[in-house]
């Protein structure tokens, strides 16, 4: 049934493979693909993945960095797999874990790891627990609880609900009981290190009586302070002290409250099973002898002793991540990054930090913080990368143009960004035709008759032996794009030009026939490079944007494997501050990479993404 089941270390050595009967073709190409469009793109959020006829499903153990992957054929439906991957996984920890520990590179590399019983014992168990079982028989009357009721028992009474009410209030203060301790106990701890506080105050919040559980006597109770009298200039002075903040003064009796600190304490920490736990916690951090420490602030030595005890060198689980993950969450969100895709991010970040340990003196909020930014580095950062102008230069050798198209909906900025890509092909040393077909938009020829002008005028034909540098093809309006496009394109071909840019009119996501039209003109013309232009401002929007323009130019397309989106150019970059979230939504949904950002008006203003500079903007508070 299973195609396939691997084992493999993150840094590429397989430990242990199964392949099942019958099965002919290498799991290498479907395992090489997971690791470069999931693993590698930080997608690890959802633990399956598609490979043409093949289902995938994974799982990471971060504490030795190993890989488990099983595949099947997609049309089955097996419902033991997750069990399997999950068993497997423990055995070939606890088996080995050893020689995971110590790393044994020769061992590593010879794959001398014995697992294949272990594997077939497992997958046999894993087979039997999702066999159908028979329906279960009715249990008679005698089996049933129903059958042991007396008529006593069911005869509902006052007093009864009274004392169920009573028993439920009872099980919801105990629930209450362990905080309340808690909040007690830190209460203590701040009135002896911080304040100084009479005996009969301190035992009255305490306990709410006026004995005192110290072998102490208890100093009689002040009266309350009276408001004094005004002192004149040669009136005399006082005889006894005013100052009742002065630790040392006789009318404070500070030992006395210091001993009632300290034996209720005592008292809560052996009256329940909270206190219990405490009692470990204050002798394992020294909380006595931190106590009568007469230094300022070693007080909370102990406190923030036992804190740092639970912090360094754990096991992170999700339980540990989930606060600090739900304020990235908002936080991306807020920094306009698509509401679905921060919940994803912060998915596969949880599965990447899951079980990993943590080193010492690391808290779990930097340990987040600090693979998240990895993460959102290596979205934008994806595994294809392109570079235009050796591409031109690859296309030049073969003696044809450089097609590039343009898409993306209205108002973006398709038409002023074409511009811009054209001088900087122009200060490259490239030629560059323009064709001109969004014949829908008025005025949208004349826009690029415009640029062609002043381009021309930034780069004389003088210059360049008499010819300009570009030239726009037009054929005017309400003409079909696609015929254009290719008249253009053979054009370019006969008279020497290196690039051809072709503008398309907006269009948004929606409009069916204006989509066909899109599809129909990249499947005739099959240019080299498809760029999406969207804007920066945009949030969720980028993503539906997006998914639409790649759908529909898979559906409208005439071939088995249509072309679709290569490329982003993400416009008004420099008019979002810190806010810069769409690049992330955008490089993510597609996985392909942002190849220019518009920062500004003039023709200079255009640049590569810088990846770092962008995830640091987008995790500054």
Known sequence: MLDFFTIFGKGGIVLWCFQGAGVTESFTGPVNALIRSVILQERSGNNSYTHEALSLKYKLDNEFELVFVVGFQKILT?????????????????????????????????????????????????????????????????????????????????????????????????????????????????????????????????????????????????????????????????????????????????????????????????????????????????????????????????????????????????????????????????????????????????????GKVMGTFTTVASTVKQALQESLVQILQPKRRVDILRDVLEARSQRRPFIVTFCGVNGVGKSTNLAKISFWLIENGFTVLIAACDTFRAGAVEQLRTHQRRLNSLHPPEQHGGRPVVQLYEKGYGKDAAGIAMEAIAYARNQAFDVVLVDTAGRMQDNAPLMTALAKLIAVNMPDLVLFVGEALVGNEAVDQLVKFNQALADHSMSDKPRLIDGIVLTKFDTIDDKVGAAISMTYITGQPIVFVGTGQTYNDLRSLNARAVVSALMKA
């Open 78 to 354: 097996l419902t033991y797999v997750d069990k399997l991957i999950t068993d497997v996984q423990l055995q070939f920890r606890d088996r080995y874990k050893n020689e995971l520990d110590k790393n044994v590179s020769l061992k590593l590399l010879n794959s001398n790891f014995e697992f294949e019983n272990d594997f077939n014992m497992l997958l046999r168990e894993a087979e039997d627990s999702s066999k159908a079982k028979g329906p279960a028989s009715m249990r008679t009357f005698t089996e049933s609880l129903k059958s042991q009721k007396t008529v006593k028992s069911m005869i509902e009474t006052k007093g009864g609900d009274k004392v169920k009410e009573q028993g439920g209030k009872k099980n919801k203060n105990a629930k209450k009981e362990g905080i309340y301790f808690i909040i007690i106990y830190i209460f203590c701890f701040l009135l002896y290190n911080r304040l100084h506080i009479g005996q009969p105050v301190v035992f009255s919040l305490l306990t709410g009586h006026s004995t005192s559980f110290s072998a102490t006597k208890s100093p009689k109770p002040q009266k309350p302070k009276e408001k004094q009298r005004r002192v004149w200039d040669m009136g005399g002075s006082s005889p006894t002290a005013l100052d009742y903040s002065d630790p040392n003064s006789p009318d404070v009796p500070v030992e006395p409250a210091r001993d009632v600190c300290i034996n209720t304490i005592f008292v809560l920490l052996h009256s329940s099973k909270t206190g219990c736990l405490l009692h470990h916690c204050w002798y394992s951090t020294g909380g006595l002898s931190t106590l009568h420490s007469p230094k300022k602030g070693v007080g909370f030595g102990g406190m923030f002793g036992m804190l740092k005890g639970l912090v360094g060198a754990k096991s992170l689980s999700r339980e540990d991540m989930e606060p600090v993950l739900d304020k990235m969450r908002d936080h991306l969100i807020a920094k306009n990054v698509a509401a679905e895709i921060s919940i994803q991010l912060c998915d596969s970040v949880a599965k990447k930090l899951e």
